[in-house]
């Protein structure tokens, strides 16, 4: 299903990866509810690395124990960050803005 939603960037010169956790369960959902949460940890818990991380209504509860290590990480690793979120991501409201907040406060723009 990702695949044909994102079939557009294959014809650019960009590398695109799919990532899908390998914690089944993780947070105790299914694996697709937890995507944003594991592309952001991927570059700030690993060795992993990228130019960009696109998070689109993420739930990231990753961060409620440390945001600042998470932010501090993508900041030392030059990674951008696109953080799309609305008003009606009422699940992923809190934590998006949370993290959107802090990350300016530390110098990362998202």
Not at 20 to 27: A, L, P, R
Not at 74 to 79: M, N, S, Y
Request: charged content about 25%; proline content about 4%; overall charge negative.
């Amino acid at each position: 299903m990702l695949a044909e939603y994102w079939q557009n960037l294959m014809h650019t010169d960009y590398q695109f990866e799919y990532l899908q956790s390998c914690e089944i369960g993780s947070y105790e959902l299914f694996r697709w509810e937890a995507n944003g949460n594991t592309i952001l940890r991927a570059p700030t818990e690993s060795k992993v690395t990228c130019d960009r991380v696109v998070l689109q209504s993420p739930w990231i509860p990753s961060i409620e124990n440390d945001i600042d290590g998470k932010i501090k990480a993508l900041i030392e690793k030059k990674i951008e960050v696109l953080l799309i979120y609305s008003e009606k991501d009422e699940d992923c409201l809190p934590l998006s803005r949370l993290f959107a907040s802090r990350a300016r406060e530390l110098g990362l723009q998202c």
